[in-house]
């Protein structure tokens, strides 16, 4: 009889149509496929369970949450090496429906089902990790999507943002590695502060604070007075804390609050950086309207989101199931051109479109190198589940940026006044440098 990677090589390539481009090592300690590629490890027949019950995306990462699968090499190559076969497959690909049709394949399903063992015919529980999105988009399952993400320790944050606590893209100045990621970070924030013209005593709103490290840059480095809202109780204790450190309570204040019920405008100048992700596709017109409604007439926004590249048919679009079932409950992506119509039609204009999709894959990387550090004490802190949500959804993230799947843009958007002035310069890409 085949050994199990023999085997499982041989089922995978009828089903997937095309060589497995990646090693394969089963729990029998048997190996197959490409001798120099990096190994995906099936530990055990419970992960051949996870992707007879859900094919694809989800059972990878169910398996791969639960421990039952891993790497044995770089994480990215192997990443990059089955993209094709699970994240990137084209539109008009076969479905798995179709695929069946075909006698070999399904004469490849049953090698499976028989490989699995018995109690493939009871799914496995998912990892506690798992949660059910909702995509209502209440103040309640917003909180309670927010509280998943971020409420997991200020500890585990710390060891893989960095000191500057910054959880959105960096600006790096060259991608030769000579940077830190603090100093590009740093960078980040006063492009930022540059690009709304923050002046002494301007009110500032930062929407999805975070921990405080935007409203305490532009608070120490440009003089303005700044509220900041998130609705993480974690967040904000340690954002409070900053403040407090810094002696900045005379000119910061962070609530749990969400921006719905902000009601103490007008403000100079908004900044949202990557909390709009948050606030889902039907909710958008009315997130944009509220923040035009917070500006003072001349106010600046500047809206730094994540994007995804549009569909042929925008009605066929369904949020990533991992993603969705493990990182970012509720989040939903838009092209960037959606974002920017919804801006206009709260009444915005939009003076500035700048990608930094290729710092966002720098950004990544470099919190995968923290995470890979400092692993025994994440997992000490959240869970050997959690971590290795954290370390697969970052590498995969950053392919994502790399290969132009996902993008990251800053907008920059003006309430005009009656009369129409921007009060902007001619030249305002230089923003103040």
């Keep these: 009889m085949q050994d199990a990677a023999s085997r499982l090589k041989a089922l995978f390539e009828q089903v ?20 120099e590629a990096p190994a995906l490890v099936v530990r055990n027949r419970r992960a051949l369970r996870r992707l007879m019950w859900k094919p694809g995306e989800l059972g990878l990462a169910r398996a791969w949450v639960a421990g039952d699968l891993g790497v044995d090499g770089d994480l ?3 990443l990059d090496l089955i993209a094709g076969h699970v994240w ?33 015919l009871l799914p496995p529980e998912p990892p506690r990790e798992e949660v059910r999105a909702r995509h209502r988009h209440t103040r309640h399952t917003d909180r309670r999507a927010v509280s998943h993400h971020y409420d997991v320790g200020n500890d585990f944050y710390e060891i893989v943002l960095g000191p500057s606590m910054v959880y959105s893209c960096a600006y790096w100045p060259a991608a030769d590695g000579t940077a830190t990621l603090e100093a590009a970070q740093y960078d980040k924030l006063d ?53 407090a450190d810094e002696g900045l309570t005379d000119r910061v204040e962070i609530r749990v609050q969400d921006y719905r019920d902000v009601t103490d405008g007008p403000y100079d100048a908004i900044s949202s950086v990557g909390m709009a992700e948050h606030v889902g596709v039907d909710k958008y017109l009315a997130y944009a309207e509220d923040l035009y409604r917070l500006l003072a007439p001349g106010g600046r926004l500047l809206n730094h989101q994540i994007s995804r590249r549009p569909q042929r ?10 993603i969705d079932a493990y990182v970012f409950p509720d989040g939903e992506l838009a092209p960037i051109g959606t ?39 994440a997992v000490a802190l959240v869970g050997p589940g959690r971590a ?31 009369e129409g002035a921007s009060g902007l310069p001619l030249r305002a890409r230089t923003w103040g440098t």
Aim: include cysteine; hydrophobic fraction near 45%; aromatic fraction near 8%.
């Design 16 to 35: 997937l149509g095309a060589p497995l481009p990646v090693r394969l090592r089963a729990w029998d300690g048997s190996e197959a496929g490409p001798p």
């Design 76 to 78: 990215y190559a192997v």
């Design 339 to 377: 974002t920017v119509t919804q801006l206009e039609r709260a009444g915005f204009e939009v003076r500035d479109v700048e990608s930094l999709r290729e710092h966002y894959a720098l950004t990544l990387r470099a919190w995968v190198t923290h995470l890979e550090a400092g692993w025994a004490h």
């Design 313 to 322: 048919d925008e009605s066929t679009y369904s949020v990533d199931g991992f």
């Design 88 to 120: 990137e497959r084209d539109e008009d690909a076969r479905s798995l429906t179709d695929a069946l049709r075909d006698p070999e394949v399904r004469a490849a399903v049953k090698g499976l089902l028989k490989l699995a063992g018995p109690a493939v």
């Design 388 to 418: 290795r949500v954290w370390r697969l959804y970052m590498a995969a993230s950053a392919l994502g940026f790399e290969r132009n799947h996902l993008g990251v843009n800053q907008v920059l958007a003006v309430r005009p006044p009656e």
């Design 191 to 243: 492009l930022i502060c540059r690009k709304l013209g923050l002046t002494p005593g301007a009110r500032l709103l930062d929407v999805g604070c975070g921990w405080g490290s935007m409203a305490v840059h532009a608070a120490r480095e440009y003089g303005v007075r700044v509220v900041g809202v998130t609705l993480s109780q974690e967040q904000a204790a340690y954002a409070r804390k900053r403040v």
